[in-house]
């Protein structure tokens, strides 16, 4: 392409950020006629808002717009690298807004990455009304900002882009003088619905997508051309949304348990692959594994926990992506076998027992008569030692006095268990006859 074709002195995205709610794409459940925002901006008064959403989605937009309808000053800091004396700066420039007669709103992007004590030092500003705060937030804002902040603020969630909303952004894009508007761009049919759904809900990744494809044009007699054929050469890949500490990270792995749980290999393997590709600890995700072939497989399959533990191992002994293949195999046995939780139910079941009763005396008959005074005192008298009697087994109580004929098992019908149920059946009927 000729040098002076175009230049431009800002990103694409930076160039094009709405300059009117009416310009703004998305986020409908809270911008339509009704909705909240709407509402709040009728009155021409914000409350303190966080919000909450993917990276693109339009939060920084969405706060200057808002600070723009109700004509207040729009006072802005980045958490990254701002710290205590940067906001005693902007504090001052709201005192002074304020003796001004002006409202001035505080924009905080990224406000998760704020520590404890830098929200500390903001609340009685936000409390006393010297100004209304935004922040902006990728992380679930009930992990990250502290809870007398959150509770004076309004958390809106946003949500990705969907991709005919893209599309409207890309074409804007490429008609709109701050865009592209002033050049001839021939762009082959499919190629803006391909970076729409490549960009996965993010405008900003998608105007970067098209500023790449256009400043790497091929310019014949004044007009560029923009095929598929581009698109192989860009790299349309995006890093998996992930935080290895944050809200995306339990959900995947909630995903990942009730996708076993729910007997869904295919699921449990997808959310696996998530977690992985988004560089998870493989670690992790055996924890996981073993947690539900216990809890969940439990007696219906005991080889389940084992074949869990094996893989786990393996994960260790070889490493990725060897240790995948054995990670892969445990999930779809585990999917598979038959499900049970009477064990995890028998054990809350026996500890609620242990909080509401106590320590119980164990019963005399169960204990070791280790001393003479022991014997005296009846320890071990009247125990009956299975192994003297058919079958080795003999009706008699094992639980103390109080919890007498207390179950805290009941096994199911399912798999190896059945086997169970049967022998407990034969032995409870032993024990009452």
């Known amino acids: ?13 930076e160039r094009l950020r709405p300059r009117s709610l009416d310009e703004f794409v998305g986020q409908r459940h809270l911008l339509a006629e009704g909705k909240f925002l709407r509402s709040v901006l009728a009155k021409k008064k914000l409350p303190s808002l966080i919000l909450w959403g993917p ?3 339009g939060k920084t937009t ?3 717009l808002l600070a723009k309808e109700i004509a207040a000053s729009f006072l802005s800091v980045s958490a990254v690298d701002a710290g205590v004396k940067d906001l005693r700066k902007v504090l001052m420039e709201a005192e002074k807004l304020r003796s001004l007669g002006r409202e001035a709103i505080l924009f905080i992007d990224e406000i998760h990455r704020f520590n404890k004590a830098q929200q500390d030092f903001l609340l009685p500003y936000v409390e006393e009304g010297l100004l209304t705060l935004i922040g ?6 009930s992990f990250r900002v502290i809870a007398p902040l959150l509770s004076r603020a309004k958390v809106l969630v946003l949500e990705p882009l969907t991709t005919e909303e893209i599309l409207i952004i890309l074409k804007r894009a490429l008609e ?6 002033g050049l001839k761009i021939n762009v082959e049919e499919g190629v803006l619905e391909i970076l729409a759904r490549a960009s996965e809900g993010d405008a900003r ?18 007009t560029l051309t923009i095929t598929k054929r581009h698109l192989e050469e860009l790299s349309l890949a995006r890093p998996l949304l992930y935080d290895q500490s944050g809200e995306e990270h339990y ?10 749980r ?6 449990a393997v997808y959310w696996m692959v998530r977690m992985l590709e988004a560089g998870e600890d493989p670690l992790v995700i055996a924890r996981r594994l073993v947690a539900a072939a216990a809890e969940d497989v439990g007696l219906a399959d005991p080889v389940a926990l084992q074949i869990a533990l094996a893989a786990k191992d393996a994960v260790e002994f070889l490493g990725l992506p060897e240790g995948e293949l054995a990670l892969t195999q445990a999930v779809i046995y585990v999917a598979l076998a038959p499900k049970s939780n009477a064990a995890y139910k028998a054990l809350s079941l026996a500890r609620e027992d242990v909080k509401k009763h106590g320590a119980l005396p164990v019963p005399l008959h169960l204990r070791n008569p280790e001393t003479k005074l022991m014997k005296e005192l009846g320890y071990g008298k009247g125990y009956q030692y299975p192994h003297n009697f058919p079958g080795g087994y003999v009706p008699q109580e094992y639980l103390p006095e109080k919890l007498k004929g207390k179950r805290y098992y009941h096994p199911t019908d399912r798999g190896r268990e059945k086997e169970l149920s049967v022998r407990l059946k034969r032995l409870l009927g032993a024990k009452t006859k």
């Open 262 to 267: 729910g007997s869904d290999p295919d699921a």
């Open 136 to 141: 902006a937030t990728t992380e679930n804002p």
């Open 251 to 260: 959900n995947l792995l909630s995903a990942f348990h009730k996708s076993l």
């Open 1 to 13: 392409m000729e040098k002076g074709l175009f230049r431009v002195k800002a990103p694409l995205a």
């Open 205 to 222: 990744v998608a105007l970067n997508f098209l500023e790449i494809l256009v400043t790497s044009a091929e310019e014949k007699e004044g």
């Open 62 to 64: 969405l706060a200057r």
């Open 176 to 181: 709109d003088p701050r865009g592209f508007g």
């Open 55 to 57: 990276p693109g989605c």
